[in-house]
Nanobody, 113 residues
Framework: QVQLVESGGGLVQPGGSLRLSCTASGSIFSINLMGWYRQAPGKQRELVAQFTSGGRTNYADSVKGRFTISGDNAKKAVYLQMNSLKPEDTAVYYC???????WGQGTLVTVSS
């Protein structure tokens, strides 16, 4: 059974940076099936960034140019580098594996002065 464990969340000032990590335990086909979502208080969970077929990437418009997803197949890990953070980026960030469908426990990112 696959489990996803995130780390790297925390409190950061506006304009700052954070790097989230997600590591899968168990067998996965490819990190190309992984991505990051977030859920802000009172809002629905939304896609932030993900790998797609062929190793291409897909980003939410709100994070394009600021966030970068990367990964390491050998380590079964994906990362989310978040720069120029804004208060509206405050949310619980979840790592996701599409096949089979698995969610991490989430890591809280708070952007505040």
């Amino acid at each position: 059974q696959v489990q996803l464990v995130e780390s790297g969340g925390g409190l950061v000032q506006p304009g700052g940076s954070l790097r989230l990590s997600c590591t899968a335990s168990g067998s996965i086909f490819s990190i190309n099936l992984m991505g990051w979502y977030r859920q802000a208080p009172g809002k629905q969970r939304e896609l932030v960034a993900q790998f797609t077929s062929g190793g291409r990437t897909n980003y939410a418009d709100s994070v394009k140019g600021r966030f970068t997803i990367s990964g390491d197949n050998a380590k079964k890990a994906v990362y989310l580098q978040m720069n120029s953070l804004k208060p509206e980026d405050t949310a619980v960030y979840y790592c996701n594996l599409r096949v089979p469908p698995v969610w991490g426990q989430g890591t809280l990112v708070t952007v505040s002065s």
